[in-house]
Every structure is written in structure tokens, then in C-alpha cells.
């Protein structure tokens, strides 16, 4: 368990068993190494994997997305000014932690902070509004934007969870709204849409274990937390950084008159066939796309997780890297 902040360092952090997110060539090292060492470990983890989106940390995000070790904020500190050894390998600008080398990752942090800031009014206006369409449940962001580090020209990525058996039509719905908004200059990206009668993720990695945590909801309501305590299996790889999974207050959506309707019309069974017939069109238009791009897709009647061009391979690949760099640290 946690020891409570202020307790020597290497008292205060809880090393997980075995698991998925082992590296492989340090599972032994894991198990065998002194406290300290696993916790300086965790921590070079965090930096080198924030490190491949050029995005320093502060301490306290260090301690969130430490992975693999759960460890109080007093032990994470204490290590970063303490270990020498993490010394040599990392510096600090200001608030923020970076590998050794890397200080111009401060300015890039300023810089796109100030991006994200001028997206931050346009991703909720879009949001408030697919909140309103038939079948949403739950709008969040995700990616850069989601850890303000969005770069000039990039997408809005969305997030949604949707109503059970109409997740395609509800995908169809949305995508008139992207149109809309790429009208005024505005890219969105709904690339993830999950039914909330299929919460937990197919998709149990690394990359996938951030972008549950880093998701920021943009509409409140019980929905939000159910994905989370759904997936819990995030954990195994940052044991800090899911939030808690008591029940999120209720919310009472405000649709207007005519969503209410279309949402009630368009529910009924006789429109079954049609979310089918449109499942079948766009899988079918999607698995050539992925026949030319590659990429980690599903697309079933629950879940549509359009992720082309393997982004999450390269960097989950890149990762293990540049771990391999730093070994004898691990």
C-alpha cells in the first residue's frame, strides 16, 4: 500500500507484479531491484514516453503518469532532486523535467500551450452542440489538445460515447457536424466512438492507458465516470493517474424539443435495419482505407476506432526505443 507523504522514499512506493506493460528485457530487473531503483525507473519512464510528444513534465505529472509504480508525490520529488544517477540522464527548466539535452522543450511547451488555449473555446462550442444530437451520451477530447500540447493546424480529436444499437447513425449525425464545422476552418476528428453498453476498451496498451486518463469530458454526467471504473485494467500500467470511480453526479441534458423527438423517432426498431445497412457501408469503405493507410482500427456494432496510419504503434515502437538507451538505469 501507499505510505503516507513524507515517508522515506523508498517506503512509499507500491511496486506492481508482473504485467502488461513490462518491457520485457527489465521485467527482471523490476522485480529484483531496491525500491529506489524501481521508483527512479518509473520515473524515467514517464519522461521518456512524454518525451516522444516533446512534452516536458512538472513533478506533479511526473508522479501522475508514473508507469507500472504507484508512489506518493513526496517520493517522486524527493527522488528527482536526490538520485544523481536520474540527475545525469535529466534536467529541469524552470517547473519542468526533461531528458538531458532536450531544455528547448520548455519553449515548445509555452508554444503550443498558446495554441491550445485559442482551440480550448472552438472544441467546446463544437462539443455542446453534438451533445445535442440523437444518440451522444458523452463528448470528450482527446490527444494533444487533451494535454495542451496541440501544434498550429492540428485536429480537435473527439471522443463519444453513444447510445446502444445506434452508434453507426449516431457516427453519421456527427460527421455532418465536422462538415460544418471544416466550413468555417475548424477540423474535427471524432475518431472513437464507443457504445455504453461496451465501456471497456478492446484496445489495452500503453498508448490506450493514456488517452483514458487524458481524455477531458466536455459534457457532465454519470457516463463518464462509468467509462472510467469500466476501465479499470488502466492501472496495470498508471497506477496514479485514473481518476477516482465514485458515481458522477447525474446531469439532466438539456435537448431541445425537436432532438428529443428525432432521437425517440429514430430509436425505434424499425430503423434497426438501416443502423445495419449503414454499419456494413462504412465498414466496408473503412477496411479500404486500412487496406492503404494500415493503422489499429475496430469496427463493430459497439465500437468505431478509426486510428489510420499506426500512430499508436510508432509510438509505443519508439518507446521501447528509447528505453533500450537507458538499460542500465532500469
Known sequence: ???????????????????????????????????????????????????????????????????????????????????????????????WYQLAGRSQLAEVRRERADVSAGLWPVARHYAAGIAQLPFVRLVGVTGALAMNNARPGDD?????????????????????????????????????????????????????????????????????????????????????????????????RRMSGPARVAGAMLSTPLLDPVERWEMTRKVRRLTARLEHEGGSVAFAAHECRGHFAAHDARVLAGYRACLAQYAELL
Open 1 to 95: 500500500m501507499l505510505g503516507p507523504v513524507g515517508r522515506d522514499p523508498e517506503s512509499s512506493i507500491d511496486v506492481l507484479g508482473p504485467s502488461r506493460w513490462d518491457d520485457g528485457a527489465f521485467s527482471q530487473t523490476k522485480r529484483t531491484a531496491p525500491p529506489g531503483r524501481v521508483l527512479r525507473g518509473a520515473i524515467l519512464r514517464a519522461i521518456v514516453y512524454s518525451d516522444l510528444f516533446d512534452f516536458p513534465l512538472t513533478g506533479s505529472e511526473i508522479q501522475r503518469y508514473l508507469i507500472g509504480v504507484a508512489a506518493t508525490a513526496a517520493s517522486v520529488h524527493a527522488t528527482l532532486g536526490g538520485d544523481v544517477t536520474l540527475r545525469r540522464h535529466v534536467e529541469r527548466t524552470g517547473d
Open 156 to 252: 480537435i480529436d473527439l471522443f463519444i460515447l453513444a447510445q446502444p444499437g445506434r452508434l453507426w447513425l449516431c457516427r453519421l449525425l456527427v460527421l455532418v457536424a465536422v462538415k460544418l464545422a471544416a466550413r468555417r476552418g475548424h477540423r474535427l476528428c471524432p475518431n472513437f466512438l464507443l457504445s455504453t453498453d461496451h465501456l471497456r476498451l478492446s484496445e489495452q496498451n500503453l498508448f490506450a492507458a493514456h488517452e483514458v486518463v487524458q481524455m477531458v469530458p466536455l459534457e457532465p454526467g454519470r457516463w463518464y465516470g462509468a467509462f472510467i471504473e469500466a476501465n479499470g485494467w488502466v492501472r496495470d500500467f498508471l497506477p496514479n493517474a485514473l481518476p477516482g470511480t465514485r458515481p458522477t453526479p447525474r446531469v439532466r
